[in-house]
């Protein structure tokens, strides 16, 4: 099954930019998006299709893909931004449709 | 207002069955494929399955298969999953989601989730 790597935790201080990077092999042919999930909330959806933000998200939310790394770039880092972010792809050849990366805890310092 | 609305947490003993809600308001519910998640402590987040509300077609990841099934009422908009026979390690919080078809069948509305401790 395809799999997805993400590193447990960036820390960054806030205005500053957060990279959250999403690793799969050839995850540049794919779709990916990305949830943030705050302690004691649902996940929002914070990009889809790799780099396009649903209504309401902030414009400091950005994603790229390429290659064999997505990210997700949070730009001018908020406390309200310290929160899980976890990427997701949709594969039809592994069992599990929807795949999610183990999730990375962005800390605002 | 587009939204999920979910049951109320649940405590269960090893080997019991839990049955959870997923009630769908401000959007036409047979509209959109229903996905469970679930996330058990310290652990990120784990799909279940998926549930067409239009047709009742369901699919399920291979682990879960025989022992949770995924059911909807359309009179009512809600879905459900039982979870049978359950386990110290099924406690989680348990998220049910929508599939939106334009955002490349991104989970773009998720309920509050149920916790589940068993």
């Known amino acids: 099954s395809y799999v997805l790597t993400q590193p447990p935790s960036v820390s960054v201080a806030p205005g500053q930019t957060a990279t959250i990077p999403c690793g799969g092999i050839n995850i540049g042919t794919r779709s990916v998006h990305w949830y943030q999930r705050k302690p004691g909330q649902a996940p929002v959806l914070v990009v889809y299709d790799d780099s396009d933000r649903p209504s309401g998200i902030p414009e400091r939310f950005s994603g790229s893909n390429s290659g064999n790394t997505a990210t997700l770039t949070i730009s001018r880092v908020e406390a309200g931004d310290e929160a899980d972010y976890f990427c997701q792809v949709w594969d039809s050849s592994s069992d599990h449709f929807y795949v999610f990366g183990p999730g990375t805890k962005v800390t605002v310092l | 207002q587009v939204r999920l609305e979910q049951s109320g947490a649940e405590v269960k003993k090893p080997g019991a069955s839990v049955k959870l809600s997923c009630k769908a308001s401000g959007y036409t519910f047979t509209g959109h494929h229903i996905n469970w998640v679930r996330q058990t402590p310290g652990q990120g987040l784990e799909w279940m399955g998926w549930?067409?509300?239009?047709?009742?077609?369901?699919g399920y990841a291979q682990k879960f298969q025989g022992w949770v099934t995924m059911s909807r009422d359309t009179s009512i908009s809600t879905a459900y999953m039982e979870v049978n026979r359950l386990k110290s390690d099924d406690t989680a919080i348990y998220y049910c989601?929508?599939?939106?078809?334009?955002?490349?069948?991104?989970?773009?509305?998720w309920g509050p989730g149920t916790r589940v401790t068993v």
């Open positions: 549930i067409n509300p239009n047709s009742g077609a369901t």
């Open positions: 989601a929508r599939v939106d078809y334009s955002r490349g069948e991104a989970l773009d509305i």
